[in-house]
């Protein structure tokens, strides 16, 4: 069904016409409408569905395409407006009534239904519950695919793919495993001279984490790079998280507090790379563990933080035989044992 959606990019034969030949123009219309209807009924079984699983993004992407095609249909812009104050962006959905009835008013001259006006007030005052509405899907006439309860899917992430195969840190990749699945921790930082490998470490522990096969799957809500090399200021550490996130933000509120707010519900694991520069900053990963008790922090730095949080992983570079092991192969371990020789093998 979604590489059905997928294909419909608009209205049917968009710009094509016959001269004087009315009953193409029929056709024409009636055949544009019933492929319209079928792409909104499909993307509304797609986006509910996703909304039942708890996938709220997925959900939220496919109602947004409803509301694109048309964006007068008051139950598609309901759906985005519930779909955002599940995913934490309760300004972004009270923002979305405003522009629903802007558009009802300037293309149908009407104000929303009770219905949404109701769901409006229950953002508003944070009343929205989690179930679904009661006037169901299939009570508006499209019955929905009851498919089977879907098993537990890796997590959302933006992690970059790695060209080269990982070598060697086993036992850094344990014990950041461990401390990363110890409720007791919450900020972990690697810590290292530049140079001694701390990216790629923390990348592929989070991509551990990520295909853990162990069907306790953490940081359901995601998992996400976060690179600050490029960054000149402490300021610009919220634009660039909310970036990472694909989070936008609205005027109503102060950026930090949007962000905040956004995610004081999520279970996620923030990786944090190149923190040295920005210790000034440092302040704000401390409101997001006091707010948002499901996200946790992986940090790279050639400084400790500094947080009362903090955990510290000390890193040096990888392993290298001495010359009195590569001499005596007796009794030293094989050199393509060594994680700084296997870089060569």
Same mark, same amino acid.
């Given at each position: ?247 936008? %933000?609205?005027?109503?509120? !102060?950026?930090?507090?949007? /962000?905040? $707010?956004? +995610? ?6 923030? &990786? #944090?790379?190149? %923190?040295?520069?920005?210790? !000034?900053?440092?302040?704000? /990963?401390? $409101?997001? +563990? ?6 946790? &922090? #992986? ?15 000390? +890193? ?30």
């Amino acid at each position: 069904m979604e590489q059905g959606v997928a294909l419909y990019r608009g209205a049917f034969l968009e710009g094509f016409s016959i001269a004087d030949s009315p009953a193409f123009e029929e056709w024409l219309l009636l055949r544009r409408e019933h492929l319209a209807r079928q792409a909104l009924d499909a993307l509304l079984r797609l986006s509910t569905y996703y909304q039942r699983a708890g996938a709220y993004e997925r959900a939220l992407a496919h109602a947004w395409r409803q509301v694109e095609l048309e964006p007068w249909h008051e139950e598609s812009q309901q759906q985005v407006m519930r779909l955002l104050a599940l995913n934490g962006q309760r300004s972004a959905a009270l923002a979305q009534y405003e522009t629903c009835r802007r558009l009802l008013r300037e293309e149908l001259d009407v104000e929303p239904t009770a219905e949404t006006t109701a769901l409006y007030q229950q953002i508003r005052t944070g009343d929205l519950s989690r179930d679904m509405p009661g006037l169901g899907v299939r009570d508006q006439g499209v019955d929905v695919i009851q498919s089977p309860t879907p098993g537990p899917q890796p997590p959302p992430h933006n992690l970059p793919l790695q060209l080269t195969p990982f070598v060697g840190r086993e036992t850094e990749l344990g014990q950041i495993a461990t401390r990363l699945t110890d409720p007791a921790c919450r900020l972990l930082t690697l810590v290292g001279p530049g140079g001694c490998g701390k990216t790629r470490l923390a990348l592929q522990a989070a991509q551990n984490l990520i295909e853990d096969a162990s069907g306790d799957i953490p940081f359901t809500q995601g998992v996400y790079f976060v690179p600050l090399v490029a960054l000149h200021s402490p300021e610009a550490l919220v634009p660039a998280i909310a970036d990472a996130l694909n989070f936008t %933000f609205y005027r109503e509120a !102060e950026p930090r507090q949007q /962000l905040l $707010d956004y +995610l004081r519900e999520k279970e996620m694991l923030l &990786l #944090l790379d190149n %923190f040295e520069h920005l210790l !000034e900053g440092a302040t704000l /990963l401390t $409101d997001i +563990l006091t707010v948002a008790p499901g996200v946790k &922090l #992986l940090v790279t730095s050639r400084e400790v933080l500094n947080l009362g949080q903090e955990w510290l992983l000390s +890193l040096t570079g990888l392993p290298f035989p001495s010359r009195e092991d590569a001499i005596d192969q007796a009794v030293a371990m094989p050199l393509e044992a060594y994680g700084a020789v296997q870089l060569f093998v």
